[in-house]
């Protein structure tokens, strides 16, 4: 297949193209900068600018576009760039694809969205069906999956890719932690009761491409392992997989002080399930958290 991917320079967009390129797939990435390569493309989304002439003889769109939630304080600066970098991403790439003559249309954009769409659920397990929950990233992904709809009226099946946290030590959720784990000073956040949604890495990526060939897909889609744990789980495989304790807890208040409005996030409880998954069959390499951690860390 022939496809258009943006964010293709990000965490996971950089593992994606890898594994895509490796399996036979054309890549065209999209850039902000002048294009330099022969597989690059130049686009402003800030501004809607994309030439449609990108998106000739393209099957499918990936879109992993989007700053890093946990990057910054969340000041109201920060927020707008991390709404603008989604909306306005999702916004020029929907726009465009229905711009185009029926025939010239790609097949599938898969667009990414967050398990932030759910908000807090407490200890309530959720799958695709459940409402927005509340706050800030519950509403930017109500934003963000909305604006995928020009391309869905115009009949382009959209996979709306409600992504956990895909574990791998040089990235995400996992490498900000190993320090603390390694010199022993790591513990749970607050009460460690909250879930955590994980995914393995290699997951992911099957994921990604079990939903690229799967025609009969779309919607929201929970991009997430079959088992969630509790932050005190999860605090207690991590310590076991590298072989370090993990005794000092780290009190709401501290990460209140430490990341200010993005705290909410880091203590809220998502427990959710990849309903569509399970559904459609797809097998997971790695279902328990330990065997992921262990292949996180040996990547």
């Known amino acids: 297949m022939r496809i258009l991917t943006a964010g293709a320079s990000g965490f996971l967009g950089t593992r994606l193209v ?3 390129r490796s399996d036979g797939h054309e890549i065209v990435r999209l850039v902000r900068r002048p294009a330099t390569r022969p597989d690059e493309v130049r686009w402003q989304p800030s501004t809607g600018q994309l030439d449609p002439a990108a998106l000739a003889g393209v099957d499918v769109v990936v879109n992993l576009a989007g700053a890093g939630v946990g990057d910054k304080r969340w000041t109201s600066h920060y927020k707008n760039v991390l709404r603008s970098s989604r909306v306005d991403t999702t916004t020029t790439l929907a726009r465009t694809i229905a711009g ?7 097949r599938a954009l898969l667009n990414a969205s967050a398990v932030g769409w759910y908000g807090d659920t407490g200890d309530q397990p959720v799958e695709e069906d459940a409402p927005a929950g509340e706050g800030f990233l519950s509403d930017l992904c109500r934003v963000w999956e909305a604006a995928t709809g020009p391309a869905e ?9 409600r992504t956990g ?3 791998h030590r040089d990235g995400g959720l996992l490498k900000p932690q190993l320090l603390p784990y390694r010199l022993g000073i790591a513990g749970r956040f607050g009460s460690g009761r909250q879930w955590i949604p994980w995914m ?3 997951d ?5 491409l079990f939903l690229l060939d799967r025609e009969d897909i779309a919607g929201p889609v929970n991009v997430v392992g079959p088992a969630p744990v509790t932050n005190a789980e999860f605090t207690k495989e991590l ?5 370090r304790p993990a005794i000092v807890p780290i009190p709401s208040i501290a990460l209140r002080i430490l990341l200010g409005e993005f705290s909410v996030e880091a203590l809220s409880s998502t427990r959710v399930l990849p309903g569509v998954l399970n559904r459609a069959g797809f097998t997971f390499q790695h279902p328990d958290l330990a065997g ?8």
């Open 100 to 106: 185009l003559a029926p025939a010239d249309r790609p």
């Open 292 to 299: 992921a951690l262990r292949a996180a860390l040996s990547d």
């Open 239 to 243: 310590a076991a997989a590298l072989h």
């Open 165 to 167: 946290l895909p574990l």
């Open 200 to 202: 393995s890495m290699a």
């Open 204 to 208: 992911w990526l099957d994921a990604m």
């Open 153 to 161: 009226d115009a009949g382009v099946r959209v996979v709306r890719l």
């Open 18 to 20: 890898d594994r895509l």
